[in-house]
């Protein structure tokens, strides 16, 4: 009976790790909540999981962008677009307790996981047309938050 408890847990543990996939490329409107808008002239889609939803990994078509880690779980994800390609995205995860964001940058047919918030907000200043002043990053607390 012990036996059959522990087969039960793993595979409940599991399946939990595993997760839904959200495809950024065509997002699961019925497990998540979808918003498109606009960014200063970038296209954005913002994909939020419903009550219960829990994401394993984000991919964009066939592109694995982020595999969601032990203890990790995804809040929110936005997706910067720029003439029908997706460039940048930024993910709101959950690891312990404390909520962080995680910033990529899509380079040819691969994401890359940007190390530095700084970095993320150039980019996106960049795409949108605009200087980026020397310090001056802070506006980027307008979307983290």
């Known amino acids: 009976m012990k036996a059959v408890a522990v087969l039960f847990a793993l595979a409940l543990c599991g399946a939990a790790h ?8 065509n997002p699961d409107e019925g497990s998540l909540t979808v918003k498109k808008g606009a960014h200063f002239g970038l296209v954005t889609l913002e ?12 991919v964009e078509g066939g592109l694995l962008v982020h595999k969601v880690g032990e203890g990790e779980n995804v809040l929110d994800a936005l997706l910067f677009s720029k003439d029908e390609a997706s460039l940048l995205l930024r993910l709101l995860v959950s690891v312990g307790g ?18 530095e918030r700084k970095d993320f907000y150039e980019l996106l200043k960049g795409l949108e047309g605009q200087e980026v002043p020397a310090g001056d990053l802070e506006e980027g607390v307008l979307l983290d938050g």
């Not at 404390?98 to 691969?110: C, D, L, R, Y």
């Open 18 to 25: 595993s997760g839904l996939v959200l495809d950024l490329a």
């Open 47 to 58: 994909c939020t999981p419903k009550e219960g939803t829990v994401l394993g990994k984000v």
């Open 98 to 115: 404390k909520t962080e964001f995680k910033h990529f940058h899509k380079v040819g047919e691969k994401w890359e996981l940007l190390k």
